[in-house]
């Protein structure tokens, strides 16, 4: 418990290195809501991809009863991610996209993985 | 309780949508398919001779219909060649549905004998796509790939199927309910009273319409708010026909190919009014320098296109039908005539140059030509190059859906196939094809199709033995170096046309090429008009790529 406390209070910036066309830019934690079924990530990542935005960190999880998925995505904010948001939303499997400060646990607690 | 196959049921899912003519080339993987279509009474199977000119038949029929059309093909390589099909219909939104056969579930990633990975290779190019693993899913799949093709902005839906699937025996109680569209999102009313307010208070006004206004079917609510407010109005190559071409409003088409007095009118616009159009580079040239004192308003059912080349003043994301009709009654009457004679004033000075018009020999002369052989009721399409620029310049659209084009995507090879779809779904229309000589060799083999389904189709062919568009690149911006652009042999067109079993009529040695061209169009069944046309004539003006829309030359 007391592990966790501390991962999750340390700064992001120890867990991901800094890209340095990326320097000054946020970082942005995404939490999407997708249908659970195999093809969904890669119509995610595709469009990431295509416009070589890259994804620092990912996470998914199913949620309930398993007919959704949980998405975790790390990214940094530069001047196109609102457009990124939108096709994301646009896409047929995705329920919705919250938009987290890059202080959001959810990655900072993984960090004893990534040693 | 019913019982039947997945191949079964997938039929009797589209026969319920209403499905009455599919154009697809059978295979290994189709088969199930294909035999449950042999029981279809409603379902008449068009065999193309190449996928992609399946998907081109299919894209065609939607263009008239409005409305989702088939395309099938087998794995592999019938998958692949619908590719081109597919990615065309994404980038002009039409709504499309194709259906593949695949290997079967056990054999999906062993590298099977015509196994690719369509769904991998369509996720980019289609709205939504479908892998489907049991043939109880097709109650769920089949519907939703119709709802998600014609809701919002329309698209090609992919629904890949394997082998087993379509074998599989399924049992249920009740079919599905037939599908029809979502209904469009909600809009903000403020907005739409912002933007009456800066209607009205706009001194130069013009009205921009794309594509979207066809979809919605609203381009008769787009005329009468240029009617009210006195805009003058531009449309993109997608929405020629939205408003007529011999409208005192119509500004003809905007951007690379559009007359100079259009894009001088755009450059000194204090407001434009972007209605189901998303700002392609070919349309706004520079962007930055595109309508550089405008402000904004931007109406489009995809919330992804508000700002996303252009930051709008007023963005409204909805159906643009619906917006306009709110709109309406909103915009105050106005003549506006200081701005109405000033823009007539560039049109005398600048308009569109349309030499050698009388001579049906030449390139604007033949399109003139054409048109006068026809009325309002006719559809035309075209391919890619500058026989396209022309016609989409010169010819008198006045109606919606009469002008089906590859806009997005600029696929050579769409006209022809497309055509045939047009002819499939509207059997009483006249539909011309106007195609270059590189073109119609992208799909020359559906000529085959067009004889045996005995369509209604007239392609007029630019032959200039060249890709003129590239040679006329190539000659105006890298020094005269002509590569790879020319043809060296020429090709017999009139041969291949009747060794098809189509008609074919040459201009050339005609006396008389308008009696002959008359002739040809007004008789019934598929037939090719050969026209040769000079190499060295170039389509003008042009926005060099990459420049500003008032950087015209010619
Ligand atoms: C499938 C495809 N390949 C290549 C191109 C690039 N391209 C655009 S126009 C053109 C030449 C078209 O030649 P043709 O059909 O004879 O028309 P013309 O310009 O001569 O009237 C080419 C090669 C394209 N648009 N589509
Ligand atoms: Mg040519």
Same mark, same amino acid.
Request: overall charge negative; proline content about 7%.
């Given at each position: 418990?007391?592990?966790?406390?501390?991962?999750?209070?340390?700064?992001?910036?120890?867990?991901?290195?800094?890209?340095?066309?990326?320097?000054?830019?946020?970082?942005?934690?995404?939490?999407?809501?997708?249908?659970?079924?195999?093809?969904?990530?890669?119509?995610?990542?595709?469009?990431?991809?295509?416009?070589?935005?890259? %994804?620092?960190?990912?996470?998914?999880?199913?949620?309930?009863?398993?007919?959704?998925?949980?998405?975790?995505?790390?990214?940094?904010?530069?001047?196109?991610?609102?457009?990124?948001?939108?096709?994301?939303?646009?896409?047929?499997?995705?329920?919705?996209?919250?938009?987290?400060?890059?202080?959001?646990? #959810?990655?900072?607690? /993984?960090?004893?993985?990534?040693? | 309780?019913?019982?039947?196959?997945?191949?079964? @049921?997938?039929?009797?899912?589209?026969?319920?949508?209403?499905?009455?003519?599919?154009?697809?080339?059978?295979?290994?993987?189709?088969?199930?398919?294909?035999?449950?279509?042999?029981?279809?009474?409603? $379902?008449?199977?068009? +065999?193309?001779?190449?996928?992609?000119?399946?998907?081109?038949?299919?894209?065609?029929?939607?263009?008239?219909?409005?409305?989702?059309?088939?395309?099938?093909?087998?794995?592999?390589?019938?998958?692949?060649? @619908?590719? *081109?099909?597919?990615?065309?219909?994404?980038?002009?939104?039409?709504?499309?549905?194709?259906?593949?056969?695949?290997?079967?579930?056990?054999?999906?990633?062993?590298?099977?004998?015509?196994? #690719?990975?369509?769904?991998?290779?369509?996720?980019?190019?289609?709205?939504?796509?479908?892998?489907?693993?049991?043939?109880?899913?097709?109650?769920?799949?089949?519907?939703?790939?119709?709802?998600?093709?014609?809701?919002?902005?329309?698209?090609? #839906?992919?629904?890949?199927?394997? =082998?087993?699937?379509?074998?599989?025996?399924?049992?249920?109680?009740?079919?599905?309910?037939?599908?029809?569209?979502?209904?469009?999102?909600?809009?903000?009313?403020?907005?739409?009273?912002?933007?009456?307010?800066?209607?009205?208070?706009?001194?130069?006004?013009?009205?921009?319409?794309?594509?979207?206004?066809?979809?919605?079917?609203?381009?008769?609510?787009?005329?009468?708010?240029?009617?009210?407010?006195?805009?003058?109005?531009?449309?993109?190559?997608?929405? /020629?026909?939205?408003?007529?071409?011999?409208?005192?409003?119509?500004?003809?088409?905007?951007?690379?190919?559009?007359?100079?007095?259009?894009?001088?009118?755009?450059?000194?616009?204090?407001? /434009?009014?972007?209605?189901?159009?998303?700002?392609?580079?070919?349309? $706004?040239? =520079?962007?930055?320098?595109?309508?550089?004192?405008?402000?904004?308003?931007?109406?489009?059912?995809?919330?992804?296109? +508000?700002?996303?080349?252009?930051?709008?003043?007023?963005?409204?994301?909805?159906? %643009?039908?619906?917006?306009?009709?709110?709109? +309406?009654?909103?915009? =105050?009457?106005? +003549?506006?005539?200081?701005?109405?004679?000033?823009?007539?004033?560039? =049109?005398?000075?600048?308009?569109?140059?349309?030499?050698?018009?009388?001579?049906?020999?030449?390139?604007?002369?033949?399109?003139?030509?054409?048109?006068?052989?026809?009325?309002?009721?006719?559809?035309?399409?075209?391919?890619?190059?500058?026989?396209?620029?022309?016609?989409?310049?010169?010819?008198?659209?006045?109606?919606?859906?009469?002008?089906?084009?590859?806009?997005?995507?600029?696929?050579?090879?769409?006209?022809?196939?497309?055509?045939?779809?047009?002819?499939?779904?509207?059997?009483?229309?006249?539909?011309?094809?106007?195609?270059?000589?590189?073109?119609?060799?992208?799909?020359?083999?559906?000529?085959?199709?067009?004889?045996?389904?005995?369509?209604?189709?007239?392609?007029?062919?630019?032959?200039?033995?060249?890709?003129?568009?590239?040679?006329?690149?190539?000659?105006?911006?890298?020094?005269?170096?002509?590569?790879?652009?020319?043809?060296?042999?020429?090709?017999?067109? @009139?041969?291949?046309?009747?060794?098809?079993?189509?008609?074919?009529?040459?201009?050339?040695?005609?006396?008389?090429?308008?009696?002959? @061209?008359?002739?040809?169009? *007004?008789?019934?069944?598929?037939?090719?008009?050969?026209?040769?046309?000079?190499?060295?004539?170039?389509?003008?003006?042009?926005?060099?790529?990459?420049?500003?829309?008032?950087?015209?030359?010619?």
């Amino acid at each position: 418990m007391s592990e966790q406390n501390t991962s999750a209070t340390k700064p992001l910036s120890e867990f991901i290195p800094e890209v340095p066309e990326h320097n000054g830019f946020h970082k942005v934690v995404l939490e999407l809501g997708v249908a659970n079924h195999p093809g969904v990530m890669s119509h995610i990542c595709g469009l990431f991809a295509r416009r070589a935005f890259n %994804v620092e960190g990912i996470l998914c999880m199913p949620v309930g009863t398993g007919s959704t998925s949980r998405i975790w995505l790390l990214v940094f904010e530069d001047q196109r991610l609102e457009k990124m948001i939108k096709q994301v939303e646009k896409l047929e499997d995705v329920l919705y996209v919250n938009k987290h400060a890059g202080e959001h646990p #959810v990655f900072g607690r /993984l960090d004893e993985f990534f040693q | 309780m019913m019982q039947m196959t997945g191949a079964e @049921l997938i039929v009797k899912l589209l026969e319920r949508q209403d499905i009455r003519t599919i154009a697809g080339v059978p295979g290994g993987a189709a088969l199930p398919m294909y035999d449950a279509l042999s029981k279809s009474e409603q $379902i008449h199977h068009v +065999l193309c001779r190449h996928e992609q000119g399946a998907g081109f038949i299919a894209q065609g029929m939607a263009r008239v219909s409005g409305r989702p059309e088939v395309c099938l093909a087998s794995s592999g390589p019938g998958a692949t060649n @619908l590719v *081109t099909a597919i990615a065309d219909a994404k980038l002009d939104s039409i709504p499309m549905i194709a259906l593949t056969g695949q290997v079967p579930l056990s054999m999906i990633g062993t590298d099977a004998f015509q196994e #690719v990975d369509t769904y991998g290779l369509t996720i980019p190019i289609t709205k939504h796509n479908f892998l489907v693993r049991s043939a109880k899913d097709l109650l769920d799949v089949v519907p939703a790939a119709f709802r998600i093709a014609m809701s919002d902005r329309p698209g090609p #839906v992919l629904i890949d199927v394997p =082998k087993d699937v379509q074998n599989q025996m399924v049992s249920f109680e009740e079919y599905p309910d037939v599908v029809v569209p979502d209904a469009a999102p909600s809009f903000d009313i403020a907005a739409v009273e912002e933007a009456a307010k800066l209607i009205e208070a706009a001194e130069r006004p013009v009205l921009y319409l794309g594509g979207g206004v066809i979809h919605s079917g609203a381009a008769h609510m787009a005329v009468t708010l240029a009617e009210q407010a006195s805009l003058p109005t531009t449309m993109t190559l997608m929405a /020629l026909g939205a408003m007529p071409m011999d409208h005192p409003l119509s500004l003809g088409m905007l951007g690379m190919h559009g007359a100079r007095y259009t894009n001088y009118v755009l450059e000194e616009a204090d407001l /434009l009014i972007c209605v189901g159009a998303r700002f392609d580079d070919r349309a $706004i040239g =520079k962007t930055a320098e595109f309508c550089p004192n405008a402000r904004i308003i931007h109406i489009d059912i995809d919330r992804s296109e +508000l700002h996303k080349v252009k930051d709008a003043h007023v963005a409204i994301a909805g159906d %643009v039908g619906q917006v306009l009709s709110e709109l +309406l009654p909103r915009v =105050k009457p106005q +003549l506006r005539k200081r701005w109405l004679s000033h823009v007539e004033s560039l =049109k005398g000075r600048f308009p569109l140059a349309m030499p050698g018009v009388d001579n049906p020999r030449s390139p604007y002369g033949l399109i003139h030509a054409v048109a006068n052989c026809l009325d309002d009721s006719a559809i035309i399409t075209s391919d890619v190059g500058q026989h396209q620029m022309w016609v989409a310049q010169a010819y008198p659209f006045r109606r919606s859906r009469q002008w089906l084009n590859s806009g997005g995507l600029g696929t050579m090879g769409f006209g022809f196939p497309a055509a045939i779809g047009a002819a499939l779904a509207a059997p009483d229309r006249t539909v011309v094809c106007f195609s270059g000589d590189g073109s119609l060799k992208m799909n020359i083999q559906e000529m085959a199709t067009a004889a045996q389904e005995d369509v209604n189709v007239k392609i007029v062919l630019f032959n200039n033995q060249s890709l003129g568009l590239v040679h006329q690149q190539q000659s105006m911006f890298y020094g005269k170096r002509i590569m790879a652009s020319r043809y060296e042999r020429p090709t017999d067109f @009139l041969k291949i046309a009747e060794g098809f079993g189509m008609r074919a009529v040459d201009l050339d040695p005609a006396p008389n090429p308008r009696a002959t @061209l008359a002739e040809a169009l *007004t008789t019934p069944g598929p037939c090719l008009i050969h026209a040769t046309i000079d190499p060295n004539e170039f389509v003008y003006p042009m926005v060099p790529p990459g420049a500003a829309n008032s950087e015209m030359i010619g």
